[in-house]
């Protein structure tokens, strides 16, 4: 059975078909009215999920942000004092060695002084004690060449 009793070819459906068709659209209709708010619901739900948790990393990332600008003060801060005490040890050390220098020509100037002092009292002693001798001894090889007895004469020190 035809709707219009003109044959137009296909834009002439069997009433059948347009029931069927009817009947299945509205099935369709009411499925989607019902279920597309709970879709529209879920999506919006996840929207605000994912925009909360958006606003959460965008929050922990500024505290990471200042956290780790703080520990580069931090950091800073502490290699500022690291050069600090390198620069007072360097220089608590140059002083240590100019005193262990001063202290080292001092006591260089001091054994030197006492060598040479003990060496000249010691050359005087010895030359005191070999003036005696080299009269004896001159006296003996005096003797030895000559074959006779010469008695050492007493020799006035030099001034």
Known sequence: MDLLPV????????????????????LVFLFFVRLL????????????????????????REAAESKRAEAAAVLA????????IRQHAFEEGTALIAAARTDGQ????????EGRARLDSDRAEAETELRG???????????????????????QPRP
Do not use: W
Request: glycine share 6%.
């Open 106 to 113: 001092r006591e260089h100037t001091t054994l030197l002084t």
């Open 37 to 60: 708010p709970r879709v529209q619901r879920v999506l919006d739900e996840r929207e605000d999920a994912t925009k909360g948790a958006e606003g959460r990393a965008e929050a922990v």
């Open 77 to 84: 801060e502490a290699r500022h004092d690291a050069a600090r």
């Open 7 to 26: 044959d137009i070819g296909p834009l002439n459906p069997p009433v059948q078909e347009l029931v069927v068709a009817a009947v299945l659209f509205a």
């Open 133 to 155: 001798y080299a009269a004896e001894l001159a006296s003996a090889l005096a003797s030895r060449i000559v074959g006779e007895r010469i008695e050492a004469g007493v020799e």
